[in-house]
């Protein structure tokens, strides 16, 4: 069957609460970083994205900051609810790849 | 309105016992890609086509094989199963492969179970 997987870093966060999701990237000419969400048993979902000219970008409830000094991303997410409770992903845009970071998982505590 | 469609959700075959994943879309977007992923990990890239070109990743195996007949479609082919290859298949498109219009979007998976 399937190898057994790694456990990913989870952040449980109380409903309402705002969370923080962070990512290193790894690719300092990294020029399009995107956020996924991912359900259990369910295809990545595009959340939002940031190119490299901006440090902050607003969606709805979602604010991703890029900090390119020091390859850093990070996704916030505002008065978070059950259904933001998945996998994140982080993922740049560098050397003509799509390259995904390592998950976070987000358990939100009712 | 499902814009990429993965069939089937669930595949269940044998060891060594060829099966094909299906992928369609409805976006009309030049680039569709194949991931591989395993629990708990990211996806990882097989293989994308660009129009009808196919760009393989270097560390996949000669097991997986793909084909695009048209734009739409497209689809994964593991010739022999290993136990290994149990994994969530993930299809996505992309409008252009270039910074910027690499959104990816991706289909619902296709967990293969292999017995």
């Known amino acids: 069957g399937e190898s057994v997987g790694l456990h990913l870093p989870t952040l449980s966060v109380q409903e309402g609460d705002n969370s923080i999701i962070n990512c290193a990237y790894s690719n300092s000419a990294s020029d399009y970083f995107i956020w996924y969400k991912q359900e259990s048993g369910k295809g990545p979902q595009f959340i939002i994205d940031?190119?490299?000219?901006?440090d902050k970008r607003q969606g709805q409830r979602v604010t991703v900051l890029l900090n390119k000094t020091v390859k850093h991303l990070s996704l916030q997410i505002a008065a978070t609810q059950p259904g933001d409770s998945a996998v994140y992903f982080c993922?740049?845009?560098?050397?003509?790849?799509?390259?995904f970071g390592k998950g976070n998982q987000v358990v939100v505590i009712p | 309105d499902a814009m990429v469609i993965q069939n089937p959700r669930y595949q269940v075959t044998q060891f060594g016992k060829p099966v094909t994943l299906s992928c369609s879309q409805t976006l009309n977007h030049n680039v569709m890609y194949w991931y591989q992923q395993k629990s708990s990990q990211a996806p990882k890239l097989l293989f994308h086509y660009y129009d009808k070109d196919f760009n393989n990743e270097a560390d996949t195996p000669d097991n997986f094989q793909s084909r695009r007949p048209n734009t739409s479609f497209c689809f994964l082919d593991i010739r022999s199963p290993g136990l290994g290859d149990a994994a969530m298949y993930l299809c996505a498109t992309s409008r252009d492969w270039a910074g910027g219009y690499n959104e990816q979007f991706f289909g619902p998976g296709t967990r293969l179970t292999v017995l």
């Open positions: 993922a740049e845009w560098g050397n003509n790849r799509l390259a």
């Open positions: 940031i190119r490299s000219n901006m």
